[in-house]
């Protein structure tokens, strides 16, 4: 790639200061005791009888505390006598095979000897009823042959469609909850009736499958599980859409306007559904929102989504790296079920981290100018980053964001490839 590296080695790269950003941090400090609250409401745990067959869900996201409030209720199960059981709630995640819905929940530490129940894992489905439009519902075969489903599910903005649901328990229900088969019934329409398709799906799971209760989960801006819920089945329409207005406020952004370049050392399943997170980028497959960027590079999946690299196709320059970890086996059935093969797409791919980053410094407009840079970990962390010295001005009129007061700049090793940032 001399010809590239020709063409790209001469762009400067800026120095940065290391920013901290404040956001609300409120949040439940004692996990366990939370959940065994939760249950304490009535219309939720007291409809279950002992003895009973139970299972609820896991999903395919790094949700905060996942493996404790799993765990905590899985013993509240027990205590009154019941056989707790999880099930993947992912639909078409984990290459849409069972063992590899099994490992995603390992990645995240979901394990039977974590949680202390069994987790049954399967892709085969069964019909629960129609929707008013004649759409099938299905839902996981193995947890409608039990005698209670109670879906757990982070609430929180959907990366796609916005509405009164949108990623959460009635989303749970429609997609999760429907493997690969019920979920591409879901996304059959597409995603300008998802807002429409999520509830209308949900409802007929209310209504038809034996869903006693639900536990909503919202997590703060710094991935701190913020809410623990236990809503009854009659509830869930009110009170869902409350807490996607809570969770929404607490979303974190990219605190600019404008800036040329963002750099994201990792995107993966764990973080968004998208790999990044379009809310906080401002970026979808149609469409460009506040902060606007001109150019995104990604160095590398994260460890957790192992060799998924849906979301790729939101960047605009990437790295070898990625596609040697990639699979299109792994990644490829996520998009055609939700039909947002555009995730997928493969950006322009250099060499090395250094190459990516010059490379989109090098394609932004007005090069020669002051480049806007904000350097991230990943959307899901941002109460630190680094901003290049160019947001200065506009880092110090921010009173949630601090600084040091020092330059840094970033290091690479003898393979042009990011191995952290010294202080100048």
Same mark, same amino acid.
């Given at each position: 790639?001399?010809?590239?590296?020709?063409? @790209?080695?001469?762009?400067?790269?800026?120095?940065?200061?290391?920013?901290?950003?404040?956001?609300?941090?409120?949040?439940?400090?004692?996990?366990?005791?939370?959940?065994?609250?939760?249950?304490?409401?009535?219309?939720?745990?007291?409809?279950?009888?002992?003895?009973?067959?139970?299972?609820?869900?896991?999903?395919?996201?790094? @949700?905060?505390?996942?493996?404790?409030?799993?765990?905590?209720?899985?013993?509240?199960?027990?205590?009154?006598?019941?056989?707790?059981?999880?099930?993947?709630?992912?639909?078409?995640?984990?290459?849409?095979?069972?063992?590899?819905?099994?490992?995603?929940?390992?990645?995240?530490?979901?394990?039977?000897?974590?949680?202390?129940?069994?987790?049954?894992?399967?892709?085969?489905?069964?019909?629960?009823?129609?929707?008013?439009?004649?759409?099938?519902?299905?839902?996981? &075969?193995?947890?409608?042959?039990?005698?209670? @489903?109670?879906?757990?599910?982070?609430?929180?903005?959907?990366?796609?469609?916005?509405?009164?649901?949108?990623?959460?328990?009635?989303?749970?229900?429609?997609?999760?909850?429907?493997?690969?088969?019920? &979920?591409?019934?879901?996304?059959?329409?597409?995603?300008?009736?998802?807002?429409?398709?999520?509830?209308?799906?949900?409802?007929?799971?209310?209504?038809?499958?034996?869903?006693?209760?639900?536990?909503?989960?919202?997590?703060?801006?710094?991935?701190?599980?913020?809410?623990?819920?236990?809503?009854?089945?009659?509830?869930?329409? &009110?009170?869902?859409?409350?807490?996607?207005?809570?969770?929404?406020?607490?979303?974190?952004?990219?605190?600019?306007?404008?800036?040329?370049?963002?750099?994201?050392?990792?995107?993966?399943?764990?973080?968004?559904?998208?790999?990044?997170?379009?809310?906080?980028?401002?970026?979808?497959?149609?469409?460009?929102?506040?902060?606007?960027?001109?150019?995104?590079?990604?160095?590398?999946?994260?460890?957790?989504?192992?060799?998924?690299?849906?979301?790729?196709?939101?960047?605009?320059?990437?790295?070898?790296?990625?596609?040697?970890?990639?699979?299109?086996?792994?990644?490829?059935?996520?998009?055609?079920?939700?039909?947002?093969?555009?995730?997928?797409?493969?950006?322009?791919?250099?060499?090395?981290?250094?190459?990516?980053?010059?490379?989109?410094?090098?394609?932004?407009?007005?090069?020669?100018?002051?480049?806007?840079?904000?350097?991230?970990?990943?959307?899901?962390?941002?109460?630190?980053?680094?901003?290049?010295?160019?947001?200065?001005?506009?880092?110090?009129?921010?009173?949630?964001?601090?600084?040091?007061?020092?330059?840094?700049?970033?290091?690479?090793?003898?393979?042009?490839?990011?191995?952290?940032?010294?202080?100048?």
């Amino acid at each position: 790639m001399s010809v590239i590296h020709d063409l @790209i080695k001469d762009v400067d790269i800026p120095q940065f200061f290391r920013v901290t950003n404040r956001m609300d941090d409120t949040h439940i400090q004692d996990i366990p005791q939370a959940v065994r609250s939760a249950l304490k409401r009535e219309g939720t745990l007291d409809r279950i009888r002992p003895g009973s067959k139970v299972c609820f869900t896991a999903a395919s996201r790094e @949700i905060a505390n996942s493996v404790v409030i799993l765990r905590t209720f899985a013993e509240e199960l027990k205590r009154i006598g019941c056989v707790p059981y999880i099930v993947p709630g992912m639909g078409s995640h984990g290459g849409a095979t069972a063992q590899g819905q099994r490992d995603v929940l390992t990645h995240f530490g979901i394990t039977e000897d974590a949680c202390n129940c069994e987790i049954h894992s399967s892709m085969e489905t069964a019909p629960v009823g129609f929707t008013a439009e004649g759409l099938e519902v299905r839902l996981d &075969a193995f947890a409608l042959s039990c005698d209670y @489903i109670v879906p757990v599910a982070r609430i929180k903005p959907h990366t796609d469609f916005h509405g009164p649901f949108e990623s959460g328990i009635m989303k749970m229900l429609a997609i999760g909850l429907g493997n690969q088969y019920g &979920a591409s019934i879901c996304h059959a329409r597409g995603f300008d009736l998802m807002h429409v398709n999520v509830p209308a799906f949900g409802r007929v799971a209310l209504q038809n499958a034996k869903i006693p209760f639900a536990i909503g989960l919202v997590e703060n801006a710094y991935h701190q599980t913020r809410v623990i819920r236990a809503i009854p089945n009659e509830c869930i329409e &009110a009170e869902e859409p409350e807490l996607l207005l809570l969770a929404k406020s607490l979303v974190p952004s990219i605190p600019f306007e404008k800036i040329n370049v963002l750099m994201l050392e990792q995107i993966g399943k764990d973080i968004s559904g998208d790999g990044m997170d379009p809310n906080v980028v401002g970026r979808t497959y149609s469409r460009r929102d506040r902060p606007f960027i001109d150019r995104i590079g990604v160095l590398d999946l994260s460890p957790q989504t192992g060799s998924n690299f849906h979301g790729i196709g939101n960047a605009d320059m990437t790295t070898r790296r990625i596609l040697e970890k990639g699979s299109f086996e792994e990644t490829y059935p996520n998009g055609i079920t939700s039909q947002l093969v555009e995730y997928s797409r493969i950006p322009a791919v250099m060499d090395s981290d250094k190459a990516c980053l010059q490379a989109c410094l090098k394609t932004c407009p007005n090069l020669g100018q002051a480049m806007k840079v904000i350097w991230l970990k990943d959307t899901l962390h941002m109460d630190a980053f680094y901003a290049s010295a160019s947001l200065g001005d506009e880092i110090q009129a921010n009173p949630a964001l601090t600084t040091d007061g020092r330059l840094y700049t970033p290091v690479f090793d003898t393979s042009d490839n990011y191995t952290g940032f010294k202080a100048v």
